[in-house]
């Protein structure tokens, strides 16, 4: 039986995390340069080497991904499974690895075989564990493998649709409302979204560039109005708990920075990474908030409920942005399924993207009224906190757009006429020119007008 926890060896490093370390210092990340910084809690010396050890708390793992460890990757021990530097190092990202775990079809072949630049295939053995072997139809296969219809470019798709590289200040860094910015601080994640609206830029290398940082940081430093900075990329946590600590604090020494976030899907992907030591580091950071991206009600595993609880437990409220998928989550039953899972684990559904247009994305993107449909089937249906806000990130860079059903039916004299969720129709007196006293002994009295 293993025990609950054990020290692992550290073979290698991920993109972004560390190379070397320091010795430990128990004390919060001062204003130091990156290489520099001291050692995480979670990070131990090894009395007879000098590699550094990793203290893994146990994560439950589900029998679903038991079962596919014991298939797939028979001498990996939970504990192994369960760090999330194994995770990332042991990723599938070659077309045999791929073929032994799941049948192919002939369209995945053939779109892997195919591929170059960036957007390459990766895909977390723990996620993996999660699809279908033998559907490439399955939701969460679509997803993250390829298929031709990628090459596939079709009307209006673009590279940048939402114009990031226009609105940057200096590389890195977008800045397209008055007062936040969306700073990219990796192009790496551990899994690839086949229709990343990044897709032009995440895996092609993913090192941290300490100096796109700094330069980064001094744009904000110098631009007062900045007050929420987003922080993305790639996945920002995929950095090591050092790196990503050095990032919070010099953000954090800046005076009108007032509110951070993190946009992640390591939650979903590699739940993993979301250990003990992160969420205690994090919780120095407040306020912190995170968008965390879900897709689908199958992600909602005992893995990734346990994540998402020891992240609201730290104090960091959790919302989700789901991409309105053609085929993968465009029913308002899967919609309304993961919705009310989400409130289970403690995460608000915030936003429903409309799929970006990216090149070769068409196979993805459904029309705009499906969007429509499924936020009127969720208001008055379920409870407000389970309807998020539906909306189109306005190609050429115009921003967030939302869309809603029309609620508004027209007016009556005086007064609004509002269409409630059953499409029933109610007034509301929406004039402040007529002032009537009141009676209140005789509520009726003096309302003739009305």
Request: proline share 8%; hydrophobic share 30%; with cysteine.
């Amino acid at each position: 039986m293993e025990k609950d926890s054990e020290f692992v060896m550290e073979d290698a490093e991920p993109p972004g995390s560390m190379i070397s370390v320091m010795d430990h210092a128990d004390k919060r990340v001062p204003f130091i340069a990156i290489n520099n910084l001291p050692l995480s809690k979670s990070v131990k010396k090894s009395p007879l080497s000098s590699q550094c050890i990793h203290y893994i708390p146990r994560l439950k793992t589900s029998v679903r991904s038991q079962t596919f460890r014991k298939k797939f990757f028979p001498g990996i021990s939970n504990s192994e499974w369960n760090d999330w530097h194994w995770q990332i190092k042991n990723r599938i990202r070659d077309i045999n690895t791929l073929s032994r775990i799941i049948r192919l079809s002939e369209d995945e072949y053939l779109a892997i075989l195919c591929h170059k630049g960036p957007l390459p295939v990766s895909i977390t053995p723990y996620y993996l564990s999660l699809i279908d072997e033998n559907n490439p139809l399955h939701p969460l296969r679509r997803t993250v493998v390829p298929v031709k219809r990628e090459y596939l470019h079709s009307f209006g798709e673009e590279k940048d649709p939402l114009c990031e590289e226009q609105h940057s200040p200096v590389p890195g860094l977008v800045h397209r409302y008055p007062d936040r910015v969306l700073f990219l601080v990796t192009d790496f994640c551990s899994t690839y979204c086949r229709y990343c609206t990044r897709s032009r830029r995440v895996g092609d290398g993913g090192e941290v560039n300490s100096q796109q940082w700094e330069k980064a940081l001094e744009y904000i430093e110098n631009t007062p109005s900045i007050r929420d900075v987003l922080i993305s990329g790639g996945d920002p946590l995929t950095l090591s708990d050092e790196k990503l600590e050095w990032l919070l604090s010099r953000l954090r020494q800046i005076p009108h920075v007032e509110f951070l976030r993190i946009g992640t899907k390591v939650p979903v992907v590699l739940p993993q990474r979301i250990t003990p030591s992160l969420v205690r580091m994090l919780k120095h950071y407040h306020p912190l908030w995170m968008s965390i991206h879900f897709t689908h009600p199958e992600e909602l595993t005992i893995e990734n409920r346990k994540a998402c609880c020891r992240l609201a437990d730290a104090g960091i409220p959790l919302g989700s942005q789901t991409v309105l998928l053609k085929g993968i989550n465009d029913s308002v039953e899967t919609m309304k399924h993961l919705m009310h899972g989400l409130l289970k684990i403690r995460v608000k559904p915030y936003y429903i993207y409309q799929c970006d247009p990216i090149p070769g994305s068409a196979h993805f993107r459904t029309p705009v009224e499906k969007g429509v449909e499924i936020i009127h089937s969720l208001r008055g249906y379920t409870s407000g906190y389970a309807v998020p806000t539906y909306v189109i990130d306005a190609p050429g860079g115009g921003g967030k757009i939302p869309v809603s059903p029309d609620y508004v039916a027209g007016r009556n004299k005086d007064c609004l006429l509002l269409r409630n969720y059953e499409g029933k129709l109610y007034q509301y007196p929406d004039s402040l020119e007529k002032v009537e006293i009141c009676n209140y002994n005789n509520p009726d009295e003096g309302r003739e007008n009305f």
